[in-house]
């Protein structure tokens, strides 16, 4: 088991959050978390990387608490939530060494092999402040898996990102999880996005976690995600009428 | 311990790259000079010595301009990074948030000593060149330099606790000015609260300079300023612990 959520409970001051989460994510999956803006996707990927506190719940990369185990839980895990956390008056090569710096056994070679990888060689040396918004996320990825990481949360990969950006950042993420066997957990309120590249989809709303299912299924059942997302959430409101 | 290493290096090099940090050596650095120039003017007026530039300027360093470029560097480091989203860069690896608290507070401190070190040097050779200084007064020079980074400890740790509490960069260098400027009136107002303030002792290298050290003082302020360092450190490790991004 790759990821455990049990329960996960958070309220914001303002009543949003999220209610009772619970999923799990198994080695070599590519999970996706759909659902509109605000319905507690970025919420619960912050709480599983730390960065946000549960009000209840319990959250295991691993077999390993974020709560309890604080950052040992984070050693195999790579993530980018939201917009790429980047220094924008540092190069491209400069983020990825300075991250790189809290791993023993990152050295230049990787960094080198992961910008290739990403499309970035050639511009490694150029501050991000210059950098587009497609070059930016690219360099979000590439932070996300300098570390070899088993396993990659992203929150929202494609926002803002044009047909080719979406598609780049799609390729490495598929090319990754095929050569090295990542488990990805990734978010995205683009059902049609999430189709192309997810063999399992949970569908979230109001903050709450209302199916999942894998994407065999989901074909299967309703021809497409974005049909099957919109008959899951009318069935919702159905129930709670 | 490596964490921390590392989170130093990469604060330092963070700081060092920017421009605003490396035009504060450059102006430092002039300042020191300027300083020289117009104690060789007032001569011995206005409070400029024209026989020791450095303690001339290590006064101005200490009182002025190291508690801006203190609370300068804590809100980039801290506010600022929870503003663009940045600080998520190392707050998502495995590395303990002290660790990561502990890494920008030593960077603060070897930028506050290197600013020392530009104003020491640039001073001494002014001092060398122009007003023939001595062996003694050299010797002096290094000693109050070398202390003078005791009462900045407690200055750093205040600007980080402020920095903790601010949502954005500018308010963390008002609010840390501020409060200094108000702990400092406070000393000149009720002089007898003075001795208990950490701010009182921006020029405790004087302690240290002239015939005798007064060794219990010395002790007792050490004391004190250590106390406010730990204070403010355990204050700062609370809230960074608990915040959220």
């Known amino acids: 088991m790759v990821l455990k959520i049990n329960n996960l409970s958070k309220t914001y001051r303002n009543g949003r959050g999220i209610k009772a989460i619970s999923f799990q994510v198994q080695e070599g999956d590519i999970y996706g978390l759909l659902g509109p803006n605000g319905s507690g996707k970025t919420t619960t990927m912050k709480i599983i990387t730390g960065l946000s506190r549960a009000d209840e719940g319990d959250v295991q990369i691993f077999g390993l608490s974020v709560e309890n185990d604080g950052e040992k839980s984070l050693e195999q895990v790579g993530c980018l939530i939201e917009a790429p956390a980047l220094y924008e008056y540092l190069s491209a090569k400069k983020n990825l060494e300075n991250a790189a710096a809290y791993y023993a056994d990152i050295k230049a070679p990787r960094i080198e092999d992961i910008l290739k990888q990403t499309g970035l060689l050639q511009y490694q040396n150029d501050k991000v402040k210059e950098f587009s918004l497609g070059m930016k996320q690219r360099l979000g990825l590439a932070l996300a898996l300098l570390a070899n990481p088993k396993f990659v949360i992203l929150d929202e990969p494609a926002n803002g990102l044009d047909i080719e950006g979406m598609v780049a950042i799609r390729e490495i ?9 990542i488990t990805f957990l990734i978010s995205s309120h683009l059902a049609h996005e999430l189709e192309l590249i997810c063999n399992k989809v949970a569908i979230m709303k109001d903050g709450c976690l209302l199916k999942t299912a894998t994407m065999e299924d989901v074909i299967e059942q309703s021809g497409t995600l974005e049909n099957y997302f919109i008959e899951t959430v009318r069935s919702g409101k159905e129930k709670s009428l | 311990m490596k964490a921390i290493q590392a989170g130093v290096l990469n604060e330092s090099n963070k700081l060092l790259s920017r421009k605003k940090y490396q035009v504060s050596l450059i102006f430092t650095c002039l300042l020191s000079i300027a300083i020289g120039l117009l104690g060789g003017y007032a001569k011995g007026l206005v409070g400029l010595s024209l026989t020791n530039t450095p303690l001339t300027v290590l006064s101005l360093v200490t009182g002025f301009i190291l508690p801006l470029m203190i609370a ?3 809100a980039d480091l801290f506010t600022a990074e929870q503003e663009n989203g940045s600080i998520k860069a190392v707050i998502t690896r495995p590395v303990s948030r002290s660790s990561i608290l502990t890494s920008k507070v030593l960077a603060i401190v070897l ?13 001494l050779l002014y001092g060398l ?57 406070a000393s000149v107002v009720f002089p007898r609260i003075s001795p208990m303030l950490f701010t009182s002792y921006t020029g405790w290298y004087k302690l240290f300079i002239g015939a005798g050290m007064p060794i219990t003082n ?5 004391a004190l300023l250590l106390a406010y360092t730990l204070i403010f450190f355990a204050a700062s490790s609370w809230a960074f612990e608990k915040k959220e991004y």
Request: hydrophobic content about 60%; charged content about 5%.
């Open chain 1, 173 to 181: 993420i598929l090319e990754q999880a095929k050569s090295k066997g």
């Open chain 2, 72 to 74: 300068m560097v804590s």
């Open chain 2, 111 to 123: 930028y506050t000593l290197l600013v020392l070190v530009v104003s020491l040097v640039t001073s």
């Open chain 2, 129 to 185: 060149v122009f007003n023939g200084l001595g062996v003694s007064h050299i010797a002096e020079a290094l000693l109050a330099y070398a202390v003078s980074i005791v009462p900045m400890l407690p200055i750093t740790l205040f600007a980080v606790a402020v920095s903790q509490l601010c949502k954005n960069s500018s308010s963390t260098v008002m609010l840390s000015v501020f409060g200094f400027i108000v702990i400092f009136a």
């Open chain 2, 218 to 222: 010395i002790i007792n302020v050490m």
